[in-house]
């Protein structure tokens, strides 16, 4: 057999190996899709989570009613007004000269008069985990306020004319950097990626500076420490307000936490000077940027969204700093301040929607899901040419929606251990908008293992969401077995599940295994398996209905609402701080609380007799008295 006859044919070496890789490349392809569906599965739990812990937090003021029920009825105005009076005193009058550096504080120091250098220095020793001292703290948090009172309730951004034509080295461009949630990784990778603000080099960022992650305190001070040099040096840098700028959900989703770890003995100060910045920062921004046709392009950048009801010249002239938390239903003293909490509520609070209209925000239980009508009918009411939000963690950081007039930015990659990429989006004159992504280093690529790591913490949060909603399941899973079986075919396991929970994205047949107890042989599950080994940590025995079942719901709740007591964060409420709370919730009452009430309250509560209440006391008054 010749040469040329070995070397061709179906059985080749070279066809063999062509055919060999063929195959390894298909089955490559087909494990990577498939983990981009168990992915998808799992950030959408994730995202139902996250939304949830966000309604249990709406849901404080509608727990505190309960326990007030001790008391006396009260409402969320008196709530709201308690918020406003612990960041009202006169601990807020220390300044840094105050505080002195000890000798053996090994951090940097900063001048007092702020400068690129510093602020350099500043990033650089967060990116090294390194703790600022609590006198350039308070620097920084008094400098940054004195800045935000000047500031109006819209930020005004050129991105018209080059100011530096001259220069060519270093383009003009404004970057809108999304939700960071206190991963300042993110924060660093962006200036590394970026460059440091500049005259030319114009930064934007659209709120959620706080909460979850683990170096929240670092991502203020950096952005306040810039948006006080480089905004008043050069207006170059600009901040949004968040839903998570908000007293309320600073408690709840961590950053008192953390504040209270790294500067425990100014931590009341510091959080009430931090509460005093969230509510002075500006609600939105409008960018002016020139296209290529010469024509001026006005891009509303807000945290949240928009609404049927979005009204600029309400914004424009509203007093933002007057509502101290924005969370919950407000009744207001007026119509006008009912709505000016609504708008404001609207812009921090809100989500896009692919379906027309303006509906109630039911994902987050505050705020508006909005159309492509709403905001086609927005935008061109104003004036304006697109819209970009954030407020969403999406997979690639970033989304279009509303035939692209409408971007969502999200730009803490690999959210709360999450397998996401993070995005900005920059604008230049006469140029299209770019979608920059990124990954912080030391994330790594999507691989197996990684995925098996968020699915698992998914399906562990999934199941206590299921455990704290099973009333509501089981009445489902009963409709669906008159006879009471026990038992339910897939699909209408599954059917049940989806109306239950009011959401149509979780792959619960997917998941069947890790969730209930399923026969393949008859195709049935033992649903009511569902609600074992659910992980809860507070269970108590009671005869009062429902009270397992939220206490599941609202154990977090239950710290931080403990936590809003407990003035001086000792670990215990004692009498003083439980008395000032009952004044003030009853201030306004036609009948005031006696100071023999309260103390008798306290007592009832003070199961071991030594004048305070621990966290165990005040969750078992929950039960006994609810």
């Known amino acids: 057999?010749?040469?040329?006859?070995?070397?061709?044919?179906?059985?080749?070496?070279?066809?063999?190996?062509?055919?060999?890789?063929?195959?390894?490349?298909?089955?490559?392809?087909?494990?990577?899709?498939?983990?981009?569906?168990?992915?998808?599965?799992?950030?959408?739990?994730?995202?139902?989570?996250?939304?949830?812990?966000?309604?249990?937090?709406?849901?404080?003021?509608?727990?505190?009613?309960?326990?007030?029920?001790?008391?006396?009825?009260?409402?969320?105005?008196?709530?709201?007004?308690?918020?406003?009076?612990?960041?009202?005193?006169d601990f807020m009058k220390i300044g840094e000269s105050d505080i002195k550096i000890e000798s053996n504080y090994t951090g940097i120091h900063l001048s007092e008069e702020f400068n690129q250098d510093d602020f350099e220095k500043l990033v650089n020793s967060f990116r090294n985990e390194q703790i600022l001292h609590t006198r350039y703290v308070i620097m920084i948090l008094n400098r940054a306020i004195d800045y935000l009172k000047s500031l109006p309730n819209i930020n005004e951004i050129n991105c018209i004319e080059d100011p530096e034509p001259e220069d060519k080295d270093n383009e003009f461009k404004v970057n809108v950097v999304g939700d960071l949630h206190g991963q300042f990784i993110d924060l660093y990778t962006i200036f590394d990626l970026n460059g440091f603000p500049s005259k030319k080099n114009i930064y934007l960022f659209n709120g959620d500076f706080v909460d979850r992650g683990a170096q929240q305190c670092e991502v203020l001070l950096t952005l306040l420490y810039g948006l006080v040099f480089y905004g008043g040096k050069y207006n170059s840098f600009f901040?949004?307000?968040?839903?998570?700028?908000?007293?309320?959900?600073?408690?709840?989703?961590?950053?008192?936490?953390?504040?209270?770890?790294?500067?425990?003995?100014?931590?009341?100060?510091?959080?009430?000077?931090?509460?005093?910045?969230?509510?002075?920062?500006?609600?939105?921004?409008?960018?002016?940027?020139?296209?290529?046709?010469?024509?001026?392009?006005?891009?509303?950048?807000?945290?949240?969204?928009?609404?049927?009801?979005?009204?600029?010249?309400?914004?424009?002239?509203?007093?933002?700093?007057?509502?101290?938390?924005?969370?919950?239903?407000?009744?207001?003293?007026?119509?006008?301040?009912?709505?000016?909490?609504?708008?404001?509520?609207?812009?921090?609070?809100?989500?896009?929607?692919?379906?027309?209209?303006?509906?109630?925000?039911?994902?987050?239980?505050?705020?508006?899901?909005?159309?492509?009508?709403?905001?086609?009918?927005?935008?061109?009411?104003?004036?304006?040419?697109?819209?970009?939000?954030?407020?969403?963690?999406?997979?690639?950081?970033?989304?279009?929606?509303?035939?692209?007039?409408?971007?969502?930015?999200?730009?803490?990659?690999?959210?709360?251990?999450?397998?996401?990429?993070?995005?900005?989006?920059?604008?230049?004159?006469?140029?299209?908008?770019?979608?920059?992504?990124?990954?912080?280093?030391?994330?790594?690529?999507?691989?197996?293992?990684?995925?098996?790591?968020f699915e698992a913490k998914a399906i562990r949060g999934l199941k206590r969401l299921v455990y704290a909603n099973r009333s509501n399941i089981r009445e489902h899973f009963k409709k669906l077995d008159p006879k009471n079986t026990g038992y339910l075919c897939l699909s209408d396991w599954s059917m049940a599940l989806t109306k239950a929970m009011g959401v149509e994205k979780i792959p619960w047949l997917r998941y069947r295994g890790k969730l209930v107890d399923f026969n393949p042989k008859k195709n049935l599950v033992k649903y009511e398996t569902m609600f074992d080994n659910c992980d809860i940590l507070y269970t108590f025995t009671t005869e009062h209905k429902d009270i397992n079942e939220a206490l599941a719901r609202y154990k977090d709740t239950l710290v931080a609402l403990f936590n809003l007591i407990d003035d001086n964060h000792s670990g215990t409420i004692n009498l003083q701080e439980f008395a000032n709370a009952c004044k003030i919730i009853f201030l306004d009452q036609n009948e005031a609380i006696s100071d023999e009430a309260i103390k008798s309250m306290i007592e009832a509560m003070d199961t071991n007799k030594d004048g305070k209440i621990d966290l165990a006391e005040f969750t078992q008054a929950f039960v006994i008295y609810t």
């Not at 994730?46 to 008391?71: G, P, V």
């Not at 000077?273 to 509510?279: E, H, S, T």
């Not at 969502?408 to 709360?416: D, H, L, M, V």
Request: proline share 2%; hydrophobic share 30%.
């Open 1 to 89: 057999m010749s040469s040329s006859g070995r070397n061709s044919g179906a059985n080749s070496p070279l066809s063999f190996a062509d055919k060999a890789a063929e195959t390894i490349q298909k089955n490559f392809r087909g494990f990577k899709d498939r983990l981009k569906v168990r992915e998808k599965a799992a950030f959408n739990i994730q995202q139902l989570i996250e939304y949830s812990e966000e309604q249990d937090h709406l849901n404080l003021n509608k727990f505190f009613l309960r326990w007030i029920k001790l008391i006396k009825h009260t409402d969320n105005e008196e709530i709201n007004r308690y918020i406003s009076s612990s960041i009202q005193d």
């Open 239 to 453: 901040l949004n307000r968040g839903n998570h700028e908000d007293y309320g959900c600073s408690v709840r989703f961590g950053f008192k936490e953390e504040v209270m770890t790294k500067y425990c003995l100014y931590s009341k100060l510091l959080m009430k000077k931090c509460a005093q910045v969230f509510v002075l920062l500006p609600l939105m921004s409008m960018v002016y940027q020139k296209n290529n046709k010469h024509q001026i392009n006005r891009i509303l950048v807000v945290h949240g969204g928009i609404s049927k009801d979005t009204d600029l010249n309400l914004i424009m002239s509203l007093e933002r700093s007057k509502f101290p938390s924005l969370d919950g239903i407000y009744s207001g003293s007026t119509e006008k301040e009912r709505r000016e909490k609504q708008q404001m509520q609207d812009l921090l609070w809100s989500d896009p929607q692919s379906s027309l209209g303006c509906t109630f925000n039911r994902q987050r239980h505050i705020a508006k899901q909005f159309g492509p009508d709403v905001t086609e009918t927005i935008l061109e009411k104003y004036g304006i040419s697109l819209l970009i939000r954030s407020h969403e963690c999406k997979v690639e950081g970033y989304e279009f929606h509303h035939n692209n007039k409408c971007i969502t930015i999200f730009s803490a990659s690999n959210y709360c251990g999450g397998i996401n990429k993070g995005s900005i989006c920059i604008i230049r004159p006469r140029q299209k908008l770019e979608i920059k992504q990124f990954i912080a280093p030391g994330s790594g690529e999507l691989d197996k293992h990684r995925v098996e790591l």
